[in-house]
T-cell receptor, first 109, second 114 residues
Framework: GQNIDQPTEMTATEGAIVQINCTYQ??????LFWYQQHAGEAPTFLSY??LDGLEEKGRFSSFLSRSKGYSYLLLKELQMKDSASYLC??????????WGAGTKLIIKP | DGGITQSPKYLFRKEGQNVTLSCEQN?????MYWYRQDPGQGLRLIYY???????QKGDIAEGYSVSREKKESFPLTVTSAQKNPTAFYLC?????????????FGEGSRLTVL
């Protein structure tokens, strides 16, 4: 079957760095997405990786290893507003998204 | 500005009633999706449509119905057959070129059954 695994909850300190991991198993692969979702709001797009490697976008970076079925989202210089859920989703061969349950990130001062 | 508009944002329903959630996009996207999100869970696919007048069931289609008469519109009806409809509903669309990345979301509709 198809599934996505990511930690349920993580805690980090303001100004620090945190890495949120995601492993996936899909029928075929057409890319890996990361979204940020604040409570009660719609998800907002953070990144899309389809090739192996690291993509950096400001304070956020996303890494993909297709051979390992693994991705991570790296958040630097954490701010209180980064407290949110982070959703990992893999696109399968039918271009359907398989979603993880999300990682709730708690930032402490 | 281009985007996806969902309405209403909040909706209350009595048991036994059908309700329809609206989703309109002006992004010229071919593919549109309806997801359901329950607290502490990921997104679950209800229905999706890749072209006008065609749609496919997702993982949890029972108790829901959709139509796609226009490219811009993909309304979702939550029928009385849906036994536990209280949830956060999200509409999304993606560009025609499927490898272009971002799935765009509407702001969501929160349905509560009284």
């Amino acid at each position: 079957g198809q599934n996505i695994d990511q930690p349920t909850e993580m805690t980090a300190t303001e100004g620090a760095i945190v890495q949120i991991n995601c492993t996936y198993q899909t029928s075929g692969f057409n890319g890996l997405f990361w979204y940020q979702q604040h409570a009660g709001e719609a998800p907002t797009f953070l990144s899309y990786n389809v090739l192996d490697g690291l993509e950096e976008k400001g304070r956020f970076s996303s890494f993909l290893s297709r051979s390992k079925g693994y991705s991570y989202l790296l958040l630097k210089e954490l701010q209180m507003k980064d407290s949110a859920s982070y959703l990992c989703a893999a696109m399968d061969s039918n271009y359907q998204l398989i979603w993880g349950a999300g990682t709730k990130l708690i930032i402490k001062p | 500005d281009g985007g996806i508009t969902q309405s209403p944002k909040y909706l209350f329903r009595k048991e036994g009633q059908n309700v329809t959630l609206s989703c309109e996009q002006n992004l010229n996207h071919d593919a549109m999706y309806w997801y359901r999100q329950d607290p502490g869970q990921g997104l679950r696919l209800i229905y999706y449509s890749q072209i006008v007048n065609d749609f496919q069931k997702g993982d949890i289609a029972e108790g829901y119905s959709v139509s796609r008469e226009k490219k811009e519109s993909f309304p979702l009806t939550v029928t009385s057959a849906q036994k536990n409809p209280t949830a956060f509903y999200l509409c999304a669309s993606i560009p025609s070129g499927r490898d272009t990345g971002e799935l765009f979301f509407g702001e969501g509709s929160r349905l509560t059954v009284l």
